[in-house]
């Protein structure tokens, strides 16, 4: 009923850039907020950026400005720019968002199925 389909990770070197986009689709009556989190191998899955419906943002600690979330609701879509890469943020990196919709409207959390972000030399 409601899905959400990310694209853009891949492999990049130390210091490069990747942008991840993620497409909300189904019935879909509003959007409460949309972000990224992320699971590095061996470790649990951590909060990488947020935005809610009225434009506020949380950062993970560890993005120390190097990642830009921005989010057009219109579209239903998120994006995800990050620069600065290090081998440490290689992980797979998901999309997540609070949808009301679906047959009755209710409102949830929905994922996606996540992408592979590797940054290694």
């Not at 950062?59 to 057009?72: H, K, L, M, P, Q």
């Amino acid at each position: 009923q409601v899905q959400l389909v990310e694209s853009g990770g891949g492999s990049v070197q130390p210091g490069g850039s990747l942008r991840l986009s993620c497409a909300a689709s189904g019935t879909i009556l509003s959007i409460h907020g949309m972000g990224w989190s992320r699971r590095a191998p061996g470790k649990e899955r951590e909060l990488v950026a947020y935005i809610t419906l009225g434009g506020k943002i949380d950062y993970a600690d560890f993005v120390e400005g190097r990642f830009t979330i921005s989010r057009d609701f219109a579209k239903n879509t998120v994006t995800l720019n990050m620069n600065r890469l290090k081998p440490e943020d290689t992980a797979v990196y998901y999309c997540n968002a609070d949808i009301a919709g679906g047959s009755y409207g209710y409102r949830n959390d929905y994922w996606g199925q996540g992408t592979q972000v590797t940054v290694s030399s």
